[in-house]
């Protein structure tokens, strides 16, 4: 049987799966933050890496070095008069931002900018909106302005050009002058990385792009060089936003499209482990160190967007899972609002000084700290047994709050505030996405996830939380979960007539034919999938994903596109509008090929019908008005229909299940604990 490897590497650690067919070994290590390829090959030569068939790989590496602004030095090229695009977005505030006259971008002048006024340049040229030359390139004033920048020693360059999303010549002799001026730096150009309508959108995600280049190019080939070291001869590949898969070749040539692989591979692992389950329907939350991120899976595909801000209006325009991020983690801190309400999260302590009970420096309570003095958390075992947690700092940092609630009120009012800032998030998710949450299960993973999301059930009428197989490290078997994907889009305004089928027809074939070249060998394997974004006319926005048909794009194609534009936007909305004309924006290419995924395998059957036995009680505080006597079991004990009632607790290595009173777990097919009321067990 092949042998896969998942690598998830997030900012403090690093998570692995090694899975051969039914058998899942897991490993974390610590993340080097200042050489994070580091940290990862020691993993790999934990996780042996040899002869290993595939190494899917995921991080928020650039994510985090965008957010923290630890950027290289990059310039951007524009149409003469538009410098200030990038600075400009959308025109548009937060809703909390309407009333405040100094609200600014994080990203523009006033805060801190991805590309700095001097180094964004305008060049002379212009094209129509249909791509017809209005004004040559004016290569001599192209080439002043690059000179500029090879003695500001820019390390990038991002180019966008007015509507060259239509017509790329002129980004594509820009880009030669930028290798005969500067060099061999990296260098993005729109009509590559992102050839939508939209010049802002794409001004900002060819800037992200070209910013990856520099983060994750050295970092990919020095991977690659140690994995090979270490014996590994399989292939490299990178999940992208939508957690799919790329060779690493491919990633690395637009890798603005991995930027938020980790949180989409959580949401892909739900989507499989629902598939291997019977369960096409589920609420994903990931509740880690910092923030709980929510995500939905209907008929066992996950929710998907054209794009995703990375900071309010700093767009990347690429296929991503769409995820929620609250700030309620085990590291949220509990705090004393002006009127005296207790408060957790959004801030966190993160893991330097991290929760008070860490003993390293933090004197503010956080949710592990709830957690730890509630007796749920063992300090003895934490993480594995690798570190120990100190319960009377926990102590300490809540008696230090500046509140008139006695000590045990303190801690149960701050356990039920961070469970409810979750149900406010999902509340929002499902309230966006028409979920009725009825039908829905809740996934609970991530390190901080079982052990707080199952007393959801107490306000939620969902049909029930389950807890995953390994779910401290579940985001990494999201990477051994899904195929390769390769995606592709071009934007061309085009009333859906007869008369369009021939430029349409254009369009895919050319995506095709340019797809078909870069999957080589796999070309003939792969699925491929037509879809487009259209909207009715005079509309502003676009409706995603219309199912397209494949083959020549015919008048009576185009007929069907017309017909499944208005089914589609019937669905999505609710309301039908056949006799408007039907506008196409965008048209999507994907193909995709197969790959091995992990398998969950069926828990061996208790003998004889012995109930399982737990290994020892607790006594669980601050929960509620009285302390309660429960029943702790550890995972690797439990068998398939094995029947757990609450008050109880679950241990393993990595994460702990709490089962609240009134609520039963039993153990399925897949090894996953299934969390609901007692009377509807």
């Not at 300090?379 to 700092?393: I, K, M, N, V, Y």
């Not at 009333?495 to 021939?502: D, I, N, R, V």
């Not at 409706?543 to 936007?569: C, K, L, Q």
Request: proline share 6%; hydrophobic share 40%.
């Amino acid at each position: 049987m092949k042998t896969l490897i998942g690598v998830d590497v997030g900012g403090t650690f690093t998570d692995i799966v090694r899975v051969t067919g039914n058998e899942v070994e897991t490993i974390k290590v610590p993340t080097d933050a200042a050489e994070t390829h580091s940290g990862v090959l020691r993993g790999a030569a934990e996780a042996r890496v040899a002869g290993v068939a595939a190494f899917n790989h995921a991080s928020t590496h650039g994510l985090n070095a965008i957010l923290t602004r630890k950027l290289p030095k990059v310039a951007f090229l524009t149409t003469y008069g538009h410098r200030d695009l990038l600075e400009m977005g959308r025109a548009a505030k937060p809703a909390e931002a309407n009333t405040d006259p100094h609200w600014r971008r994080t990203f523009s002048d006033a805060g801190k900018p991805i590309v700095p006024r001097y180094l964004r340049r305008g060049v002379v040229e212009r094209l129509s909106a249909t791509g017809g030359i209005v004004v040559e390139l004016d290569e001599e004033q192209a080439r002043r302005e690059l000179e500029v920048l090879r003695r500001c020693d820019v390390e990038g360059v991002a180019i966008c050009l007015l509507h060259s999303y239509v017509n790329g010549a002129h980004e594509r002799r820009l880009a030669e002058l930028v290798r005969e001026v500067l060099g061999d730096v990296p260098c993005s150009i729109s009509s590559e990385v992102s050839p939508l309508a939209l010049e802002y959108a794409r001004a900002s995600t060819t800037t992200i792009d070209v910013l990856c280049k520099i983060i994750y190019g050295s970092y990919s080939e020095r991977l690659a060089a140690g994995l090979s070291e270490l014996g590994f001869t399989g292939e490299l590949s990178f999940a992208d936003c939508a957690a799919t898969l790329a060779p690493v070749e491919l990633a690395m040539a637009q890798p603005s499209r991995i930027l938020f692989s980790g949180p989409a591979a959580g949401t892909m692992a739900c989507a499989h482990l629902g598939s291997s389950i019977g369960a096409p329907d589920l609420l994903c939350a990931d509740v880690g160190g910092t923030s709980c991120d929510i995500s939905v899976v209907t008929g066992h595909q996950p929710v998907v967007k054209t794009s995703f801000d990375i900071e309010y209006d700093l767009v990347v325009s690429t296929l991503s899972n769409e995820i929620v991020s609250v700030g309620a983690g085990g590291g949220s801190i509990v705090r004393v609002s002006p009127v005296g309400e207790l408060e957790v999260g959004p801030e966190s302590a993160g893991a330097d000084p991290g929760p008070a009970c860490y003993a390293r420096g933090g004197a503010e309570p956080t949710t592990t700290d709830i957690f730890l003095l509630t007796g749920i958390l063992d300090g003895e075992r934490f993480a594995g047994g690798r570190s120990r947690l100190d319960p009377a700092l926990s102590r300490k940092a809540f008696e230090n709050l500046e509140c008139r609630f006695d000590f045990g009120d303190r801690v149960r009012f701050a356990y039920q505030t961070a469970v409810n800032n979750i149900v406010e998030g999902i509340t929002e998710v499902v309230v966006k996405n028409g979920v009725d949450v009825r039908e829905y299960s809740l996934v609970a993973f991530g390190a901080a996830g079982p052990m707080t999301l199952p007393a959801l059930l107490e306000q939620m009428p969902l049909k029930s939380v389950i807890v995953p197989p390994h779910p401290g490290l579940f985001s990494a078997l999201g990477l051994v979960s899904t195929d390769q994907v390769h995606s592709d889009r071009r934007s061309a305004y085009r009333l859906l007539t007869p008369e369009a089928a021939a430029d349409i027809d254009a369009i895919y074939r050319r995506m095709e034919e340019a797809m078909r070249d870069s999957l080589g060998a796999d070309a003939d394997a792969a699925e491929y999938v037509r879809t487009f974004d259209g909207q009715l006319v005079g509309q502003v926005w676009d409706t995603p994903f219309v199912p397209a048909p494949s083959g020549p794009v015919t008048p009576e194609a185009v007929e069907r596109m017309i017909a499944n534009f208005h089914d589609h936007y019937e669905q999505k909305c609710g309301n039908r509008f056949p006799q408007n004309p039907v506008m196409g924006v965008t048209y999507r290419l994907h193909a995709v090929v197969p790959t091995d995924k992990v398998e969950f395998p069926v828990p061996p059957r208790r003998a004889g019908g012995d109930a399982v036995r737990p290994a020892r009680t607790a006594t669980l505080r601050y929960l509620g008005p009285e302390d309660l006597e429960a029943n702790e079991y550890e995972r690797a004990d439990l068998m398939l229909g094995d029947l757990v009632a609450g008050p109880a607790v679950i241990r393993e290595p990595l994460c702990t299940t709490y089962v609240p009173p009134a609520m039963t777990a039993t153990v399925g097919n897949a090894g996953e604990i299934v969390i609901r009321r007692r009377e509807e067990s």
